[in-house]
């Protein structure tokens, strides 16, 4: 399923449709590390931008009638912040897909960028950062960042995950989470929080937005900033 309703940039408010969240601030992001599907909680900093982002929605009269996230536990955890604050009076669980995950970094995941820069080159990590279809070499079978090393992923084939990604391929499952998942909830009038990652909440801004990748690869996804379209 493609786009087939227009959302747009819009402020904050109780006509907004659809908000896109980046989880606060992780360990690794704190450290400039690739962190990839290494499974990374928030520092008491991600924690305050979560509260801080809960905050500012409620201020806006927002509130949502569904959400999703990536399984992993940044996302998660910010999820949770802003919804216990929004409905203080009713769980609202959302629902989680590893297709909203952020991207694999395969053999990057760990490194710091100075590292990444050290071992391949300051072109090479530009490249591995920007290029759409720049993938590092996956981690092998059964590595600790594997997929399969996770029980939260036993129920999926190994071969439909991936263990190293380009942000062409992260994308791609993007695209058909929001065709299977987002979009049909969008167009039944609900009102949508997704809270995500760096490379998959761009994604989702490129489809929405018709971006090109040249302008999306380089676009600053902030820690637990709101994106909103109404």
């Not at 929004?86 to 629902?95: A, F, G, I, K």
């Not at 080159?121 to 960042?145: I, M, S, W």
Request: proline share 8%.
């Amino acid at each position: 399923m493609e786009n087939p309703i227009t959302l747009t940039p819009a402020p904050l408010g109780s006509q907004t449709k659809l908000v896109l969240l980046r989880h606060g601030e992780s360990e690794w992001n704190a450290s400039s590390r690739f962190t990839g599907w290494a499974d990374i909680d928030l520092t008491p900093q991600g924690m305050i931008q979560a509260q801080i982002a809960a905050k500012m929605l409620r201020h806006a009269q927002w509130t949502f009638d569904c959400g999703f996230s990536s399984i992993l536990t940044r996302a998660l955890r910010t999820y949770w912040v802003v919804a216990r604050h929004l409905h203080p009076d009713r769980e609202r669980p959302p629902v989680t897909d590893w297709r909203l995950n952020e991207r694999h970094y395969g053999i990057l995941t760990g490194m710091t960028k100075a590292e990444v820069s050290a071992e391949y080159g300051p072109l090479q990590l530009t490249n591995f950062r920007f290029n759409a279809d720049a993938r590092p070499e996956p981690v092998p079978l059964k590595h600790q960042y594997s997929p399969e090393s996770d029980p939260r992923y036993s129920r999926f084939a190994p071969q439909s995950l991936p263990r190293g990604e380009s942000i062409g391929d992260a994308a791609i499952r993007v695209r058909a989470a929001w065709s299977d998942l987002i979009l049909p909830r969008v167009l039944a009038g609900n009102r949508v929080l997704v809270c995500g990652h760096g490379t998959t909440l761009r994604s989702l801004i490129q489809i929405i937005e018709g971006l090109p990748d040249e302008v999306v690869t380089r676009m600053k996804i902030p820690n637990a900033e709101p994106v909103a379209y109404g």
